[in-house]
């Protein structure tokens, strides 16, 4: 079995950062493609960055330059580190990763999202 837990969401000014992390555990082999997704009230899903198990990075356009996606194989672990925050970027924010078990079984793990405010 498999668990994700995502921290680091909070209330913060425009301007300021938070890094939102995304922690796997449990029965893992290997953790392939990451993705942090936000959801604002009244709006729909949308993807905010990825990352694939080599390292390469996709970033949607309202993002770019300010959010920095990174992983920690070691630690099972994928961090979103914000900058430069805007009161648009406030919504949850959950982590999506394809992970393969110790059975060999690969499937896609949602994290609970945690809750991002950006307010003055």
């Known amino acids: 079995q498999v668990h994700m837990l995502e921290s680091g969401g909070g209330l913060v000014q425009p301007g300021e950062s938070l890094r939102l992390s995304c922690a796997a555990s449990?029965?893992?082999?290997?953790?392939?493609?990451v993705a942090w997704y936000r959801q604002a009230p009244g709006k729909e899903r949308e993807l905010v960055a990825d990352?694939?198990?080599?390292?390469?990075?996709n970033y949607a356009d309202s993002v770019k330059g300010r959010f920095t996606i990174s992983r920690d194989n070691a630690k099972n672990t994928v961090y979103l580190q914000m900058n430069s925050l805007k009161p648009e970027d406030t919504a949850v924010y959950s982590c999506?990763?394809?992970?393969?078990?110790?059975?060999?079984?690969?499937?896609?793990?949602w994290g609970q999202g945690t809750q991002v405010t950006v307010s003055s």
């Open positions: 449990g029965s893992i082999f290997s953790i392939n493609a």
């Open positions: 990352i694939s198990s080599s390292d390469s990075t």
């Open positions: 999506n990763a394809q992970i393969t078990t110790t059975g060999r079984v690969t499937t896609v793990y």
